[in-house]
């Protein structure tokens, strides 16, 4: 008998109807493969829009900073319910215009949290200022506020939270923090874009806001882009000259900048997403959801430790991370690899056990939490076209590992589909799309 792949079944249709053998063991209703990502399958439902506009540029003969990067900035703004948005090459170099334009120097040193992608550490170090690691809170993840408190010292210059996996970081706590010491909060929001915390988005809570195109973002391009965000007008002024050589007018010079110009292309597709963007996010808070049903059901609440929402404000779940204790992380991963389920490790080791930060005297068990995290922590698929089918596998792959392999009665679809529903808290203005495809391996 053919047995049918993810891709060969519409959304919300169970395996388990197509194999109308009910008394047959749980995994032969299983997929032969699900991937970590599938980049195609969004594509494929904007192929011909992606393709004209592409083409609009081309013709236009205005590849950097044309009309569309204007456009996509205004958009944006909108989005975000923020006054400014200033796009970049990357969101890398989002990071380093951000302490650029705040002043940041040799010897200064920045508050950020140990557990997050490079980039955060490097903005600072390429200025030659001092990266401050700080622990993390370990139900979320994300940069401990009693921790960062700790480390303000005389010669700390910005604090620098990462709103990571999609989650906000609280800054109920940290922005009191900030403001008491004087100091700026640049928002690392390069998994975050359409978060909220209390209604406001993030990259419009502290002094600016950095965001990544990269594209397995939630807003991805074809290629390495970013922008900034500011409620600052000091600030925008800043980030403007800054990303162009410091140059206004042509060729003259008031200060060193870098070249950090989003490419007109890159800003045209960006253009076609950005009103899709709302109903992806829907669906990833519907596949979370649906994944969180399907670990109750297999009663696997004793072997693995499931992230929550955030009813401060919307979780917009860039990456859906399980926590697998007792050192068993990397067996299950080893397991899910060989079953052709994809998964990652962000992030395996710690920026403060990074070897290129061993001058700076950190050493195992400086930062508990982290390390921990680091050991324990695996990502799961969580993409916006993620079929229910596939989730099933997901976890049921898992739960062969853990030698509970038959569920309860399943009501994850129903529960996934109420989810969404009520998880609607973005701009409303933006549409729907369908889209099918395989699975892509980039990874950041």
Known sequence: MIRPSASMLPANTSLKTVNSTDDRPEAESLLPSVGLLALDRQ?????????????????SGRFILGPDVHELECELARALRVPHVI????????????????????????????????????????????PIFADIDPITYLIDPADVERKISQRTRAIMPVHLFGRTANMDALLPIARAAGLPVVEDAAQSI???????????????????????????????????????DDIAASLKLLRVHGMEPRYYHQVVGINSRLDSIQAAVLRVKLPHLNDWTTARQSNAARYMELFSQYDLEHHV?????EPRGRHVWNQFVIR????????????????????????????????????LGWRTGDLPATERAADETLALPIFPELEPAEQRTVVGRIAEFFGTPTPRRSTADATGS??????????????RMKAVGRADDVRC
Not at 43 to 59: Q, T
Not at 100 to 118: C, M, N, Q, R, W
Not at 340 to 357: R, W
């Open 194 to 232: 359409l978060s909220t915390w209390h209604g406001n988005c993030s990259g419009a809570l502290g002094d600016v806001g950095c965001f990544s195109f990269y594209p397995t973002k939630n807003l991805g391009g074809i290629g390495d882009g970013g922008f900034l965000t500011t409620t600052r």
């Open 43 to 59: 594509y494929a439902g904007l192929r011909e829009e992606i393709r004209m506009a592409i083409e609009r540029v081309c013709d």
């Open 305 to 309: 430790v499931v992230p929550g929402d």
């Open 418 to 431: 109420a989810s969404a529903a009520q998880a609607t808290n973005g701009p409303h203005f933006l549409r």
């Open 87 to 130: 796009s970049c090459a990357s969101g890398s170099d989002a990071l380093l215009l951000a302490l650029l334009a705040l002043g940041i120097k040799v010897g200064d040193e920045v508050i950020l949290p140990s557990y997050t992608f490079f980039a955060t550490a490097s903005a600072v170090t390429r200025l030659g200022a001092v």
């Open 324 to 359: 697998v204790s007792d050192g068993r992380r990397d067996a299950l991963r080893a397991h899910l690899t060989k079953c052709n389920v994809g998964t990652e490790i962000y992030y395996p080791v710690p920026l403060h056990l990074q070897k290129c930060f061993e001058p």
